[in-house]
């Protein structure tokens, strides 16, 4: 299912087939948590923005409108009207960090949800039902996000429950993927590496979870207060040992620095709601690097967002009329502004993966790194 076509250092450029179309990878998956971008982008607009893959979340899915709602609408492909790769995450980031009051057990967590209080239990075996009833593409493990920092022992602990929670949700898939009236049988199972900011930790559990052969495999557990750093570090200790024909994703990373150094330390999938979440505010993602829309400087702008960009907003608009439209409290600022974001997101990854292409990525590297983070 993953071709490793190509190798600049550690950078790969690859291609992962699915069911539901061809992956080119390294890739960018485009966050719409309740089977939606958040700034009313369709999933028509996701194509025109380069989209390769989408991301919806079990934990919000499965509360509002309930799994199966979309089940019985045909699946989450049918339900938003995208035809093209899906991926759930399992629901445990947001259940270790929505639920105001949970239960840890071996069989899986009991919580509180964050919208009505009603008392919910979620365990490999409930986060797999959900999402082979979503239908997605792939579906993530259901594992347990541990805070950093974090003890030691627990961390251990919670590493070895991890694992074995694993082995619950391959089994449970694997049923699920059987049974006559699933939405996709074909649904994929990606593992979650865990281990705090040990690296030992770390790279034990991923040669652990490396012999189950599933279909990819995540990092997760970074980008939640560790510094970026202690992140690269991380990085760099788990990825010599993640299988090499299987895809490498980083969960919720992150800046356009932050995927350029990561793809360099050899990953390949990467998600996030900052492009969307920072649009919303007015913070807009450039070629020369990241402005404020709400600056007094662009009242009387009539550039478009990014001169060097495509996109429908930049195509169209310019940065005086969506700043007006910001102060004006006008719905289509966040429209546009987040059209824009997703597709600088989607062409940055174009760009990688041409660059691993043509044997040019260290130097685009070094050219990007040291422009995409800075304030205009």
């Given at each position: 299912m993953f071709t490793l076509i190509k190798q600049n250092g550690d950078a790969r450029r690859g291609q992962f087939k699915t069911v539901h179309g061809t992956v080119q990878t390294p890739v960018f998956m485009n966050v719409g948590t309740a089977a939606a971008i958040k700034g009313a982008v369709t999933a028509p607009d996701l194509k025109e923005l380069g989209c390769q893959v989408e991301l919806s979340?079990?934990?919000?899915?499965?509360?509002?409108?309930?799994?199966?709602?979309?089940?019985?609408?045909?699946?989450?492909?049918?339900?938003?009207?995208?035809?093209?790769?899906?991926?759930?995450?399992?629901?445990?980031?947001?259940?270790?960090?929505?639920?105001?009051?949970?239960?840890?057990?071996?069989?899986?967590?009991?919580?509180?949800?964050?919208?009505?209080?009603?008392?919910?239990?979620?365990?490999?075996?409930?986060?797999?039902?959900?999402?082979?009833?979503?239908?997605?593409?792939?579906?993530?493990?259901?594992?347990?996000?541990?805070?950093?920092?974090?003890?030691?022992?627990?961390?251990?602990?919670?590493?070895a429950r991890t694992t074995r929670w694993l082995a619950r949700c391959k089994e449970e898939l694997n049923r699920l993927n059987s049974l006559p009236h699933t939405v996709n049988p074909h649904q994929m199972?990606?593992?979650?590496?865990?281990?705090?900011?040990?690296?030992?930790?770390?790279?034990?559990?991923?040669?652990?979870?490396?012999?189950?052969?599933?279909?990819?495999?995540?990092?997760?557990?970074?980008?939640?207060?560790?510094?970026?750093?202690?992140?690269?570090?991380?990085?760099?200790?788990?990825?010599?040992?993640?299988?090499?024909?299987?895809?490498?994703?980083?969960?919720?990373?992150?800046?356009?620095?932050?995927?350029?150094?990561?793809?360099?330390?050899?990953?390949?999938?990467?998600?996030?709601?900052?492009?969307?979440?920072?649009?919303?505010h007015g913070h807009i993602f450039t070629s020369q690097g990241i402005l404020n829309l709400f600056n007094v400087k662009y009242e009387r702008d009539d550039r478009p967002l990014d001169e060097h960009c495509q996109c429908p907003t930049c195509q169209n608009f310019s940065r005086a009329y969506i700043r007006h439209l910001f102060k004006a409290k006008e719905m289509l600022a966040m429209r546009l502004a987040v059209m824009h974001n997703l597709y600088f997101y989607n062409h940055l990854m174009e760009e990688i993966r041409a660059a691993i292409d043509n044997d040019t990525f260290a130097s685009y590297r070094q050219e990007k790194t040291a422009i995409l983070g800075k304030r205009i």
């Open positions: 979340n079990t934990y919000h899915l499965h509360l509002r409108p309930g799994d199966e709602v979309v089940r019985d609408m045909g699946g989450l492909h049918r339900f938003m009207n995208w035809d093209r790769p899906i991926l759930t995450d399992s629901g445990g980031f947001q259940v270790f960090s929505l639920a105001k009051l949970r239960n840890i057990k071996e069989e899986g967590v009991y919580f509180s949800s964050h919208i009505d209080g009603r008392k919910i239990f979620m365990g490999p075996e409930e986060s797999m039902q959900i999402q082979s009833n979503l239908g997605s593409t792939i579906a993530m493990a259901f594992d347990e996000c541990i805070e950093n920092p974090c003890e030691r022992k627990y961390a251990e602990e919670s590493v199972l990606f593992g979650i590496n865990q281990g705090s900011t040990y690296a030992d930790l770390r790279v034990a559990h991923m040669k652990e979870i490396a012999k189950m052969d599933l279909d990819g495999y995540a990092i997760g557990g970074l980008a939640v207060g560790e510094s970026t750093e202690e992140m690269y570090r991380i990085i760099e200790a788990v990825t010599p040992h993640m299988p090499k024909d299987k895809p490498r994703y980083l969960m919720g990373v992150g800046t356009p620095v932050n995927i350029i150094e990561a793809v360099a330390r050899g990953v390949d999938f990467f998600d996030c709601v900052m492009p969307s979440r920072n649009a919303r």
